[in-house]
């Protein structure tokens, strides 16, 4: 299946909000409401932001917040900070246990 | 949440094989769904396949079939990938994940082990 299609990078301002749109078809994002986003910072591991489209795990800001609207997964992050700075992947449930990532957004706070 | 540990980083050959280990601290683990996923700086991360608990469920990644081979031992916690015909595409650094719901994307990721091919 084809990677999932994030812009390559975000920017705003502190205490601004941003959105990141994760776009794929019916059969991953638009079929399931398994999509999970990741946070990474350089040189650190992915660490998950976002589980099944909108769920915030424990100890995650209630800044980060995601939705779906057909084929697109979204990610906003409200009240902008500086260590929001950071490489942001969406991924999705494809079917027959499979997963598909998207190619991940640079987000930068100006 | 699950603690993994993988294996070192290592440097092979092309055409050779490696094979990475990804050990857990306790048997939760063994509740869990691995998915071994590898990253490329500059590109987003690739999906290499899943292992179930018990170890007896396998599915691959198209790209992969035919080359990857993923193993569990339950009764020391550890989950194996091993990658064989190595081509210099094949450098990057692999992660270990873990999630304990079917069908969810991965909860956490091991540290990952950089494999560089390189002759």
């Known amino acids: 299946q084809s990677a999932l299609t994030q812009p390559a990078s975000v920017s705003g301002s502190p205490g601004q909000s941003i959105t990141i749109s994760c776009t794929g078809s019916?059969?991953?994002?638009?079929?399931?409401?398994?999509v999970s986003w990741y946070q990474q910072h350089p040189g650190e591991v992915p660490k998950v932001i976002i589980q099944e489209v909108s769920k915030r795990p424990s100890g995650v800001s209630e800044r980060f917040s995601g939705s779906k609207s057909g084929y697109t997964a979204s990610l906003t992050i409200s009240g902008l900070q500086a260590e929001d700075e950071a490489d942001y992947y969406c991924c999705s449930y494809a079917g027959s246990s499979s997963l598909v990532f998207g190619g991940g957004t640079k987000v930068t706070v100006l | 949440q699950v603690q993994v540990e993988q294996s070192g980083a290592e440097v092979k050959k092309p055409g050779a094989s490696v094979k990475v280990s990804c050990k857990a601290a306790?048997?939760?683990?063994?509740?869990?769904?691995v998915h071994w996923v590898r990253h490329t700086p500059g590109q987003g991360p690739e999906w290499m396949g899943i292992i179930d608990p018990g170890g007896v469920s396998i599915t691959y990644a198209p790209t992969f079939e035919g080359r990857v081979t993923m193993t569990r031992d339950t009764s020391t916690t550890t989950v194996y990938m091993e990658l064989s015909s190595l081509m210099y595409e094949d450098t990057a650094v692999y992660y270990c994940?873990?999630?304990?719901?079917?069908?969810?994307?991965?909860?956490?990721w091991g540290q990952g082990t950089l494999v560089t091919v390189s002759s």
């Open positions: 994940t873990t999630v304990g719901v079917w069908g969810r994307p991965p909860d956490y």
């Open positions: 306790g048997h939760t683990f063994n509740n869990h769904y």
């Open positions: 019916y059969n991953e994002i638009g079929k399931y409401n398994l």
